[in-house]
């Protein structure tokens, strides 16, 4: 039978991840702000686009459905800026970039 005991630290040292370096952690920072800032833009266009929309009475409607719809664009937006979205993050990360470098 195996000693778990003598195992398990092996396994702990290989999952560490190794340090980025302080320009990593900038490209990393910047991709995440992108990132943030496309998800906020995508989720206002989303908010705006079903605004309009009129919701069954039978079976919705209220303060409840209007807090939920707004949650649940926030939640689409999220996705769809970390599934690589419309390319706003791409412009938003690369000019966040070049400002860094001036």
């Not at 980025?20 to 206002?44: D, H, I, Y």
Request: avoid cysteine; proline fraction near 2%.
């Amino acid at each position: 039978m195996m000693n778990i005991q003598s195992t398990l630290p092996n396994i702990l040292s290989q999952q560490e991840a190794p340090s980025l370096s302080g320009a990593g952690k900038n490209e990393e920072r910047a991709r995440e702000a992108a990132q943030e800032f496309e998800a906020f833009f995508l989720s206002q266009f989303l908010n705006s686009m079903t605004a309009g929309i009129e919701t069954d009475e039978t079976f919705g409607g209220g303060e409840a459905e209007k807090m939920f719809k707004s949650m649940l664009n926030d939640e689409y937006s999220k996705s769809m800026s970390r599934q690589n979205g419309v390319g706003i993050a791409d412009a938003v990360y690369r000019e966040i970039l070049a400002m860094q470098e001036i």
